[in-house]
């Protein structure tokens, strides 16, 4: 079974400035995929951005980017230039490939950080 | 306006009652599933559906039902089975069974016991 682990419960960051989230997981998989989930107060589930693991290039999307150390089973998100707006709860979130039998599409997610913006 | 939507936001449950949770999708995707939140915790999957009239156990199935009559809907039913139904749930669709399709989220629906 997949594990995926956070282990900043919480976190807090100056507005504009730049903040890393980690998150480490466990698979004796070849073929899958990494995801970073965005809940704000609101609650609704927020993708932020998703990592395919054959691809050694890391995904960015703007100001979010990520940190893909296969060998390391290590996967973190830099939040460039934060914004109060990305204050939320973010959870990483681990899926396996197609055809990689029982548990194929489904996402295992890690517990969460919580991160404040302060103005 | 494509996306999913949970109904109701609010729901409460009596001892012994069994309640649908509804979750529909305008955005023509094959698979669906659906999730709990607990304070605290990541999301646990229940059941998830690649396809209409096919669905699959997830990790804590136990105490809940669904249905896949539709492509566009997929309601859970929490019976009075599941003896501790306070949570957070979620609903999810992504556009194809076959790949690693990315999964977008409803709005939610919390469940409270009276």
């Known amino acids: 079974a997949q594990t995926v682990t956070q282990s900043q419960p919480e976190m807090s960051v100056q507005e504009a400035e730049t903040v890393t989230l980690s998150c480490t997981y466990d698979t004796s998989e070849n073929n899958y995929y990494l995801f970073w989930y965005k809940q704000p107060p609101s609650r609704q589930m927020i993708l932020v951005i998703r990592?395919?693991?054959?691809?050694?290039q890391n995904a960015t999307e703007n100001r979010f980017s990520v940190n893909f150390q296969k060998a390391a089973k290590s996967f973190s998100l830099k939040i460039s230039d934060s914004q109060l707006g990305d204050t939320a709860m973010y959870f990483c979130?681990?899926?396996?490939?197609?055809?990689?039998?029982?548990?194929?599409?489904?996402?295992?997610f890690g517990k969460g950080t919580k991160l404040s913006v302060i103005p | 306006d494509g996306g999913i939507t949970q109904s109701p936001k609010y729901l409460f449950r009596k001892e012994g009652q069994n309640v649908t949770l509804s979750c529909e999708q305008n955005l023509n995707h094959d698979a669906m599933y659906w999730y709990r939140q607990d304070p605290g915790q990541g999301l646990r999957l229940i059941y998830y559906?690649?396809?209409?009239?096919?669905?699959q156990k997830g990790d804590i199935a136990e105490g809940y039902s669904v249905s896949r009559e539709k492509k566009e809907s997929f309601p859970l039913t929490v019976t009075s089975a599941q003896k501790n139904p306070t949570a957070f749930y979620l609903c999810?669709?992504?556009?194809?069974?076959?790949?690693?399709?990315?999964?977008?989220f409803g709005p939610g629906t919390r469940l409270l016991v009276l």
């Open positions: 999810a669709s992504s556009p194809s069974s076959r790949l690693e399709e990315t999964q977008y």
């Open positions: 979130a681990f899926m396996k490939g197609a055809y990689s039998g029982a548990g194929s599409y489904q996402l295992t």
């Open positions: 559906s690649q396809i209409v009239n096919d669905f």
């Open positions: 990592q395919e693991a054959y691809k050694q």
